[in-house]
């Protein structure tokens, strides 16, 4: 059962600093963790089916930061 929207809120702005530290102490885990995935994703798939030659875990990795500066920008202006 979900919390009431309220409750959800308070809880979330008391875990705020919380939540933005540990996306900073951990961002270097989270972004090698999607960078060996894609690496797998490079290895499944032969060039012949790609349209361009692009290694996806060197993009897998500036997309992850991108992704993390978004979530901390958007719990830092929550």
Do not use: C, H, S, W
Not at 38 to 56: A, S
């Amino acid at each position: 059962m979900a919390l009431p929207r309220v409750v959800r809120n308070t809880l979330f702005r008391l875990a705020q600093e919380d939540v933005l530290d540990f996306l900073a102490e951990n961002e270097d885990t989270l972004i090698r963790y999607v960078r060996e995935e894609l690496d797998r994703v490079d290895d499944r798939m032969p060039e012949e089916q790609m349209f361009i030659d692009i290694k996806m875990g060197a993009l897998g990795e500036e997309l992850m930061r991108a992704v993390l500066a978004a979530l901390t920008r958007f719990i830092e202006e929550y």
